[in-house]
């Protein structure tokens, strides 16, 4: 399956400030209801094939939401990146810890991404040295089954799945249609390809312009991660299909975060996205050496960052809090 011009983060400068906000969050929205239909139709893998994200605007908490929302897919996720969404050494695709079912091509010319169903998928990214111009295809392409992956062949200016290592004709590209089309181009599509028998057939989707919500959940004012867990539960069944639950607020010392304290749910279609909470981290009485302070005040001069040292030292707390068989701490 492939889906192209997610656009998360884009500035939509046309549009007024709210309308934009609520464009952004319905790009979100869309990615999920994509990865979502990807499991429903048992695609064997997901293609972005460009437009991702804006490059000049995108947030690493966008970025972290993208990564957790590719890593619910059960198969191999490729990107291709494409124009807005170029790639280069410092790029935000670079400072991004995509999970192992992710791969990014970064080269110009096609590259090998994964074998699928034995055939291969190769494809080519939009560099900060090579914007435009198409690569040229591999030379022994006619040796093996390849399909071609890259955002725009020229001299048409859309995205592209080629199937051959002769000069792409319309018979042979499938063009992938936006997941978040421009205001007023028409609905969100993802397209489903079926490489077979040595064929290229493909087919459009169409998917809700902005379906589901977004939920918000403060955890600020819970009291331990049990009841953490105990609101995101009551939450996740509770929300539409194809919803975001957003969590927010300062993390009270000791709470874990749901992705660390195991937290599951047989809601394949809801996305728990983390990345808005912070950590509150106090700093333990000088006076008090008990051995959870001391354990406390080590992890915090630890050389790491606030959500690693936070949700280290809140399982590290919940260890020491265990008792032995009889009653006496661990």
Do not use: K
């Not at 819970?222 to 194809?242: I, Q």
């Amino acid at each position: 399956m492939a889906i192209a011009d997610v656009g998360l983060d884009r500035p939509w400068l046309p549009l007024a400030p709210a309308a934009g906000a609520r464009r952004r969050e319905s790009s979100r929205h869309a990615l999920v209801r994509a990865i979502g239909l990807g499991r429903e139709q048992q695609a064997s893998a997901l293609v972005i094939v460009g437009g991702l994200f804006d490059r000049a605007t995108v947030t690493l908490p966008t970025l972290e939401f993208a990564a957790r929302a590719f890593a619910a897919f059960p198969g191999p996720v490729l990107i291709a990146p494409g124009a807005l969404d170029w790639h280069t050494e410092t790029s935000p695709y670079a400072t991004t810890n995509w999970f192992d079912n992710t791969h990014l091509w970064h080269d110009a010319q096609y590259r090998p991404g994964v074998t699928v169903d034995g055939d291969t998928i190769a494809g080519s990214a939009w560099t900060g040295s090579s914007l435009g111009g198409e690569p040229p295809l591999s030379s022994s392409a006619d040796e093996e089954r390849v399909l071609y992956v890259r955002a725009g062949l020229a001299p048409r200016a859309r995205p592209v799945v080629c199937s051959t290592a002769a000069d792409a004709d319309d018979e042979r590209v499938v063009a992938v249609g936006a997941l978040t089309p421009a205001v007023g181009a028409g609905g969100a599509t993802v397209t489903v390809i079926d490489w077979s028998n040595g064929s290229l057939r493909s087919t459009q989707l169409m998917i809700d312009d902005e379906p589901g919500e977004t939920r918000p959940v403060d955890v600020a004012t819970v009291n331990g991660t049990d009841e953490l867990l105990a609101r995101l539960s009551s939450t996740v069944d509770s929300v539409p299909p194809w919803s975001v639950i957003a969590l927010h607020g300062r993390l009270p010392s000791g709470v874990l975060l749901p992705s660390i304290a195991g937290f599951t749910t047989d809601r394949e279609d809801v996305l728990i996205d983390e990345t808005a909470v912070e950590f509150a981290l106090a700093p333990p009485a000088n006076a008090d050496h008990s051995a959870m302070t001391e354990f406390r005040r080590g992890m915090r001069d630890s050389d790491a960052d606030e959500r690693t040292l936070h949700q280290a030292t809140a399982l590290g707390l919940r260890a020491l809090a265990e008792v032995a068989p009889d009653g006496e701490p661990i």
